[in-house]
């Protein structure tokens, strides 16, 4: 059974720290491209990051570049999103995405708020 689980989410001030975990199972990681995704109060989901499957190259949101950092551990399932200097407007619920030639496996997502 293919799952995704987003961990990490919680509440951190302004100009705190987090880091996101998405655990995999049901399927062979290293093939798949994976995604961070953000859904906001009142707002769509919208792209954060990127990690590709075959180099490990990765794409930010210019929201978030210098700011956040994708990685990911093949051997253990594991993608990670490091959050750094938070801002009250990164205030979303953070989903993973594994992609394979057009094959979408979602998470159910961890929330973020950034509050004083």
Do not use: H
Request: aromatic content about 12%; charged content about 15%; proline content about 3%.
């Amino acid at each position: 059974q293919v799952q995704l689980v987003e961990s990490g989410g919680g509440l951190v001030q302004p100009g705190g720290s987090l880091r996101l975990s998405c655990a995999v199972s049901g399927f062979t990681l290293e093939y798949y491209a994976i995604g961070w995704f953000c859904r906001a109060p009142g707002k769509g989901r919208e792209g954060v990051s990127f990690i590709s499957s075959a180099d490990g190259s990765t794409e930010y949101a210019d929201s978030v570049k210098g700011r956040f950092t994708i990685s990911r551990d093949n051997t253990k399932n594991t993608v990670y999103l490091q959050m750094n200097s938070l801002k009250p407007e990164d205030t979303a619920v953070y989903y993973c995405r594994a992609s394979y030639y057009g094959i979408n496996y979602w998470g159910k997502g961890t929330l973020v708020t950034v509050s004083s």
